[in-house]
């Protein structure tokens, strides 16, 4: 991207100091893949696959026209939706502990192509088959059989044992993967039918806020550093999976982003299943938690989706779908999209490709500086000179620093730089990207002290940096990776004089 240089020469009368301060502007860039948390595309992972599934799947050769992609240059996250019994399938036995075994080696692949995961832990077997280790039940938890399947068991969520071994479990999950560098967030609930939040069976359908209250205060005492994640289900922890808002959900919900969650839902596109009281609880929460977004129909199997009460989806125009989903997700300002798995996944690439491109170019949230004022020339022990920047934000999201797993750790700083090394770096504590709401433009503000400087000849440089990693640069930032030096957004020189 061409950028250009506006000197302005500014006066001080403090110890006969001339400063000189240029702010250089920047242009946008739109089209490349930021690997950045919370945002961008979300790819699927079967939970019987193993590393090999990119070839063999497709995943490295996807069809666009008459060429081909790889998924993971277009996807941040790769999201396991997978059974306790397959982690854990004897009492103490964690697969994830075996570097040899099929999961190790699958999340390793993941984690070689600078990708993330991310989890959804289902412990009811209905329809899926035995998610519950059986170790469970051998210790006493009361639970019940799938009327299609007699053979497949699942255990009463709110059983004394049942609690017991899966708080073990989750403990156990949370010493290898309450890690922000390999994880991007974890579905923080996983009851009922396939996990989603709905159609759970109780041993005692009164104690449903009981267990609701016991499994979102598991989760937030057991991830810590991981965002946590809940289905704004309008049953949420109820027994059936349709009908009407129930009274309580609103209230569950908000319990638990109180407590750290943030939003996902797992029927976009579904205009029959996602109504207005999705919608209205999304709008109430924009820009104040981030939103994940699931499609609901699936193309390329069973559902008609060309049965939408919408009447927009044509039958064997799988693309109606995937534009259905993408403007659900834009009106949610949601921070993820899914391309879920196989089918699905192609379709995304074959028949909508221009929408995952434009996800990227226009959804979650694409921080740059569109401009930063700096000195050239300080004279060492002069009275402290003000730099700031402008920041925009070009993504219909957010970029969440505000939720309590992140806790404002991503800031603005500038840093001095002598033959490429970080010499000084001086932190906008007060900046807030939390804010940065598209349409609006940020400044950030912050005071050089030079004497605390050797003189010497630097170079000016800016970054969004982790405090808690020394202020290292953390968010890659929406500008032409030319101009980027190990984070580092270069601007001009400067003198200590």
Request: with cysteine.
């Amino acid at each position: 991207m061409r950028y250009k240089l506006f000197a302005i020469l500014l006066m001080a009368a403090c110890h006969t100091l001339q400063a000189k301060m240029v702010t250089t502007t920047f242009l946008p860039d739109s089209t490349r893949v930021l690997r950045n948390p919370l945002n961008g595309w979300v790819m699927y992972i079967g939970r019987t696959w193993d590393e090999n599934f990119w070839d063999k799947m497709g995943y490295d050769k996807m069809s666009v026209g008459d060429s081909v992609v790889r998924v993971s240059d277009y996807a941040n996250t790769c999201y396991v939706r997978t059974s306790w019994s397959s982690l854990e399938p004897e009492e103490g036995q964690y697969a994830w502990q075996n570097p040899d075994s099929r999961i190790s080696r699958l999340f390793q692949s993941v984690l070689d192509r600078n990708m993330k995961l991310a989890f959804r832990i289902v412990v009811d077997s209905r329809d899926q088959g035995q998610n519950t280790p059986l170790y469970v039940k051998e210790a006493g938890a009361c639970g019940f059989q799938d009327p299609n399947n007699p053979s497949v068991w699942s255990p009463y969520p709110d059983d004394p044992v049942f609690q017991e071994k899966y708080a073990k479990f989750l403990k156990a999950l949370a010493t290898a993967f309450n890690d922000p560098d390999k994880v991007d967030f974890i579905d923080a609930y996983g009851l009922g039918k396939w996990g989603e939040a709905h159609g759970v069976k109780y041993g005692d359908y009164s104690n449903k806020e009981k267990v609701f209250n016991w499994i979102t205060d598991l989760y937030t005492k057991t991830f810590t550093k991981i965002p946590l994640i809940i289905n704004y289900h309008r049953l949420v922890g109820d027994t059936i999976s349709w009908s009407a808002p129930h009274e309580r959900s609103q209230a569950l919900l908000e319990g638990a982003i109180n407590k750290g969650y943030s939003l996902r839902h797992d029927a976009f596109g579904m205009t029959g299943y996602y109504e207005k009281w999705e919608k209205d609880f999304a709008e109430k929460w924009n820009f104040r938690r981030p939103i994940i977004m699931e499609g609901g129909w699936i193309t390329g199997a069973h559902h008609r989706y060309w049965r939408d009460p919408s009447g927009k989806y044509r039958e064997g125009h799988p693309e109606d779908v995937r534009l259905g989903e993408y403007l659900d997700a834009k009106e949610a300002h949601v921070n993820m999209m899914d391309l879920r798995v196989n089918d699905e996944t192609r379709s995304w690439f074959a028949t909508s490709f221009d929408l995952v491109k434009r996800f990227v170019a226009e959804g979650g949230y694409r921080l740059y500086p569109s401009s930063v004022t700096v000195p050239d020339r300080v004279k060492a022990g002069a009275k402290d000179v003000t730099i700031s920047s402008v920041w925009t934000n070009m993504g219909w999201g957010y970029c969440p620093t505000n939720i309590p797993q992140w806790n404002q750790k991503y800031k603005v700083a500038y840093a001095l730089l002598q033959d490429g090394e970080v010499k000084a770096v001086l932190l906008d504590e007060k900046s807030n990207l939390s804010l940065w709401e598209k349409g609006h433009f940020s400044t950030s503000k912050v005071t050089l002290c030079s004497k605390e400087l050797k003189k010497g000849v630097y170079q000016w440089a800016v970054a969004l940096v982790d405090v808690t990693k020394e202020n290292r640069p953390a968010l890659e930032i929406a500008v032409d990776k030319s101009l980027l030096h190990n984070g580092w957004l270069i601007l001009n020189n400067v003198s200590i004089h």
